[in-house]
């Protein structure tokens, strides 16, 4: 699986990003897919995850820092996962990166939020908030 992360940009505080993470290679309905960032000298971090629980259902979790304004979501039609970015402030600013893994499903003893139980990432996108 190749993942692509686009959609980053410049904006001013307050406003809104749509990330898109496209995949290519086959099709990945049943993947779980992160979104992480890196702020530069800081480690990457978890910022959302959507997992397959079955059928068509699927659970997303967030950071705390970023609950109630981020949304990840997903068309599997489009074989792409995005990340609806709303109220952005200046420490949102970073390289975000999109992650998937076939394994990391809603019953997984691993972790969402770990960079570690990911196995495909995508390049980053840069997202910088003016203030």
């Known amino acids: 699986v190749q993942l692509q992360a686009f959609g980053g940009g410049l904006v001013q505080a307050g406003g809104s990003l749509r990330l898109s993470c496209a995949a290519s290679?086959?099709?990945?309905?049943?993947?779980?897919v992160g979104w992480f960032r890196q702020a530069p000298g800081k480690e990457r971090e978890f910022v959302a995850a959507?997992?397959?629980?079955?059928?068509?259902?699927?659970?997303?979790n967030y950071a705390d820092s970023v609950k109630g304004r981020f949304t990840i979501s997903r068309d599997n039609a489009k074989n792409t996962v995005y990340l609806q970015m709303n109220s952005l402030k200046p420490e949102d600013t970073a390289v975000y990166y999109c992650?998937?893994?076939?394994?990391?499903?809603?019953?997984?003893?691993?972790?969402?939020?770990?960079?570690?139980?990911?196995?495909?990432w995508g390049q980053g996108t840069q997202v910088t908030v003016s203030s």
């Open positions: 992650a998937a893994d076939p394994r990391l499903g809603y019953s997984s003893s691993k972790t969402y939020y770990s960079t570690s139980s990911y196995e495909y």
């Open positions: 290679g086959r099709t990945f309905g049943t993947y779980a």
């Open positions: 959507i997992r397959w629980s079955g059928g068509s259902t699927y659970y997303a």
